[in-house]
Every structure is written in C-alpha cells, then in structure tokens.
C-alpha cells in the first residue's frame, strides 16, 4: 500500500499525487495538523479547513475508505505512519510556498532517513512555476507576457478519479494502526493520538469558532458552484465582474485555495464554456450582459477568456512567490529611499472596523467581517484606500486579510496588496490613486452592495450615499446619524501619497 499526504488538495478527483499512488495499488490518505503551518493561520481559515477535511473525509468513506488525521510534525509523523502501516511509500503533491518547500525538504530527509520511498508531484497550478520564463530565461513579472505564453501552453488533462477498490479499506486502516502496539494510536514519540476520520473542534487546535460564515467546501460544493457560473454569468463575465452588487463572479477562490477541485478540472471546464461562447457568436446570439458592449458579438468569447485570466493570474503570482519568497514581508520594487507611511494606529482601526465614512470602503470592509470574504473590485478599493489615502503600509493590509479572509492565498493576496500599494511586480503606477467616491459611484451606481452591509445607510438615495463626503455635519447628521463623516480628505491625502512615493523615488515632491 501508499500512503498519499494530503495538504492544499483536499479532493480525490483530478489529484495527481493521489491518481499516481492508487495506480500502484491500494492507497491511504492522511491529514496532518502541523503547528509551523498552524502558526500561520486564523479562525476563519481553520473552521473552512475542518469543513473541508470533513467533505475530503465523506468522499473517502463514500469509496469505501477513510482518511487518517494527525497533528505533529509531518517529519516525525509520517515516517511513522508509513512504518505502523507499512506503506511502500508516502506520496505528496507540491506546494510552492516557502514555509512549504522547507517542510517538504525536512520530509523528504526524514523518510531518507528511515529508509522509506517518497514521492512528489506537481499538481496545484497548471504550470509549474519553473516552466514559463522570459526568452532570456528570467522568471515574469509583468504579467501580460506571462498570459501570452501560458495561453499558448498545452494544458494537462484532469487527473484518474482513484476507484473503491483503490482505496485502504476503512476498517483494515482502522485495525493496522491501533495494531501497533499502541504508540500512534496512543501518541507515541512527538505526535498526537492518529486517528481514522475524527477531526479535531477549532479549540482543539488553538483556534475560536469565527462569527463569520466562511461557506459550502468540499468538491462537490466547488463543481455546482463552477457549473452555475459557467452555464451563465461567465459570458459576460467581462462587463459585470467589477459590480459587487451583481452575482457576477465565480466564487471559486476558496475551493481552489484548499484544492477541493483540481486546477485541470476547473480549466477544462472554461474550456468547454468557451466551446459554448464560440457556438453563440456563430449563431449570432453573442451580446454582452447589463453594462457590456451590446455591438460587441465576441463578447461571450472574450468574457471566458477574462475568466481563464484569473487563472493565469493565479499562477502568475505562484511563480512571483516561487521566486521571491522575501516579498511575503519585503516589497518587490525597490525605491531609492523608504516609503514615509504615515501608520496612524487610529485610522487603520477605523478601516478595519468599516467606519471610516467612504460607504463603498466600509462596505467592503463589513463584508470581510460577516462573510470571511469580499469582492474583487472592492479589495482593490480598499486596499487603495488603505495605502494611498490613509497612507499605511501594506503589510498592515495583508495581515488584516490573511486573519480575515477563508480563502487567504501568500501568492495572491501578497500581489494583490503590493500591486495596490504601487509597491509589487507589474504594480499599478503610484501616480494612479483611486477615487473611492468615484469607485462606488461607478460601480454600486444604485448603492445595493453598500446598504446590504452598511445598513446606517439604508433608505437613503443613491446620490446621497456617494456624496456623503460633500456633506455638511448637519446634512450628514439629518440623513444618518450613525454613520461616520469621512475620516480624512480624500483631495488633501491624494497629494499628500504623490509626495510620499515621488520622495522614495529620489524625486522633487514639488515638482
């Protein structure tokens, strides 16, 4: 038998480490709670973890299986593991972090060690993050070449779904490690009790039940909410994807970031919507959605490729990280001299409440809060707002995300807050500051996404809502008397983030 370690790809579907072990013979799956990885994590992040153990776990039992769980260091644990169940080899797929390759590199000497067989794949984006490189052989980072090339790749087919019979049976799993002796079962060595199929509460593993719903995991809640998006939204996903207020988006992000559907299915998928799209264009029913280019014919087609940009952006960032494990903590663009953020510890608090009077940043904000999720555009919007009008470092951003946010990926959410803070690879230009004003004009034009989570703000008419910054103390106080007036000037803090960043240019502010 193998033993397949199971980590950010909690599925048995499209799983390559796992396709590859159950093709040899009869496959285990483990978990393992590991402290170096739980130190980086958060209630909200933990609680979607354990709902996804828990979906990975009925799939496994629906086969015929089980899956083992176990908290400890996987250097110490799976050696043991694999000798209790006298595995042939323990199996994994890679992950690109650098806390993950320095954990994968202490497993692998540890089974060297012991004189057990390892194995790992690659499986977690469709392109390592080795493999797409510049015509000089650096790695990207502008990411328009790099789509040009990843677009151009052949891409992998999904990988075997293991059968029942593929599969360690449950209760032979159970009997082979309580049979040994009782020091896994027990807790021998450094390791806690292994067991098969229990999971731990949140509190077990030094973590709170979060407020927020952090929503449906597992593989079959990632293909109805794939199949929904792409049997509709996604062809105008182009025009609609920046309104918040619009079920315009795929939601995808969670299910991706604990691999409960492979990157192969999901891309196959876009596949044969964008088949779909090709066959509406031919047929002439190919306008775009409420807010698109109704003379636009290709919309459609367009629309499934803006989609399968996200995908690309996604590995993108991969390989950004892969390279360049500094930038978790560092910025990418180096400047002549240090960005003067202003970090007044007041303000920051504000914005992370949701009260800093900008209804479109507030909302956002509130989102995050309830759901442990929040909109595309509205990220950007705040993160701009974060850094270019309270003029606060990123670093305060990501972390406030990376405790907040279900579906927190390092590569991602560190490219995203440092291309907002005009700081990262392929950033936007420092120059460019976004009006939050402006931004929920434009995109909440009616204010639905900003009153269904700023309910302060309810009743009143739009036009109200996106001028509250022009209001008087009076007005604002006759309109909404729980709401906050708008914390700083947006006009004053715009100037104020062109001198900052033109002076770590090495730049005249004054010119």
Do not use: C
């Amino acid at each position: 038998m193998e033993l397949f370690w199971h980590r950010r790809d909690l599925r048995l579907t499209d799983n390559v480490g796992l396709a590859a072990a159950a093709d040899r013979g009869a496959v285990a799956g483990v978990f393992v709670f590991d402290d170096d990885v739980l130190a980086h994590a958060s209630d909200v992040r933990v609680r979607r973890l354990l709902d996804g153990l828990a979906a990975l776990r009925d799939d496994y039992r629906d086969r015929g299986g089980d899956l083992l769980v176990a908290r400890g260091d996987p250097a110490t644990v799976l050696p043991e593991l694999a000798d209790a169940l006298d595995a042939d080899r323990v199996v994994w797929n890679r992950d690109y972090s650098g806390l993950a390759r320095e954990r994968d590199a202490e497993v692998r000497r540890a089974l060297d060690e012991a004189g057990i067989e390892r194995e790992a794949h690659h499986d977690a984006v469709l392109h390592t993050p080795d493999s797409i490189r510049t015509n000089a052989g650096d790695p990207y980072s502008v990411y328009t070449y790099y789509w040009r090339k990843w677009t151009d790749r052949e891409k992998d087919p999904p990988a075997p779904t293991p059968e029942a019979g593929d599969l360690v049976d449950a209760d032979a799993l159970a009997a082979a490690v309580e049979s040994d002796d009782g020091a896994l079962a027990d807790g021998g060595a450094a390791t806690d009790p292994v067991a098969v199929g229990d999971l731990p509460a949140p509190d077990d593993v030094g973590f709170a039940e979060p407020d927020a719903d952090v929503g449906p995991a597992g593989t079959e809640a990632a293909r109805e909410r794939l199949d929904a998006f792409l049997d509709a939204a996604v062809f105008s996903y182009d025009a609609e994807r920046d309104y918040p207020a619009r079920e315009a988006t795929s939601r995808m992000s969670a299910f991706l970031k604990y691999g409960e559907i492979g990157v192969r299915e999901a891309y196959e998928a876009t596949e044969e919507a964008m088949a779909a799209a090709e066959e509406r264009v031919a047929s002439g029913n190919g306008a775009a959605g409420e807010g698109g280019d109704a003379e636009d014919e290709d919309g459609p087609v367009a629309a499934v490729e803006e989609y399968q940009q996200q995908l690309a952006w996604r590995e993108f960032y991969t390989q950004v990280l892969y390279h360049n494990p500094e930038v978790v903590a560092e910025n990418y663009k180096e400047y002549e001299e240090e960005i003067e953020w202003r970090d007044d510890p007041e303000e920051i608090a504000a914005w992370k409440r949701g009260e800093t009077g900008y209804p479109i940043v507030d909302a956002g904000m509130r989102q995050l809060r309830e759901e442990a999720f929040m909109h595309n555009r509205v990220r950007m919007i705040v993160a701009s707002f974060l850094t270019k009008d309270l003029l606060a470092d990123w670093r305060h951003g990501y972390e406030h995300f990376r405790e907040r946010l279900a579906d927190h990926d390092t590569a991602n959410d560190n490219g995203g807050w440092q291309w907002a803070a005009s700081t990262g690879t392929d950033a936007q230009p420092y120059f460019r500051i976004f009006n939050p004003m402006t931004q929920g004009e434009r995109y909440d034009p009616e204010a639905e996404y900003i009153t269904e989570y700023v309910p302060e703000l309810r009743g009143l008419d739009a036009d109200l809502i996106h001028g509250w910054h022009e209001l008087s103390p009076t007005q604002r106080a006759n309109a909404a008397p729980g709401y906050p007036a708008p914390i700083v000037d947006h006009s004053e803090r715009r100037e104020d983030a062109l001198a900052m960043y033109k002076r770590a240019r090495g730049e005249d502010p004054e010119e």
